[in-house]
């Protein structure tokens, strides 16, 4: 399986923007798909996740609310709406992939910058 993050940039604070992770290959409903976002000078950070099915979807606490996850199977898309936006959200936005809980198939991630 192949990623590829897309529909970052830059927006103000309080505004919206979606985020696409699309994929390549085969049987891409049989995946989990992960949202993890990179701000500068810190560690990765846990964002969502979103079983193949869709069925499932968690959230990290300080997205709750503002951030949804969705997947469209029949497109190879997973997509993460983000409303609200504040700049404590600025940061690269990568989504992986995996069959077994451990993410395996990373996108090259897309840069958001919420700017005040």
């Known amino acids: 399986v192949q990623l590829q993050a897309s529909g970052g940039g830059l927006v103000q604070v309080g505004e919206s923007l979606r985020l696409s992770c699309t994929a390549s290959g085969r049987a891409f409903s049989n995946y989990a798909v992960r949202w993890f976002r990179q701000a500068p000078g810190k560690e990765r950070e846990f964002v969502g996740r979103i079983s193949g099915s869709g069925g499932n979807i968690v959230y990290t606490q300080s997205v709750k609310g503002r951030f949804t996850i969705a997947r469209d199977n029949a497109k190879n898309t997973v997509y993460l709406e983000m409303n609200s936006l504040k700049p404590e959200d600025t940061a690269v936005y990568y989504c992986?992939?995996?069959?077994?809980?451990?993410?395996?198939?990373w996108g090259q991630g897309t840069l958001v910058t919420v700017s005040s």
């Open positions: 992986a992939a995996d069959l077994s809980g451990t993410p395996t198939y």
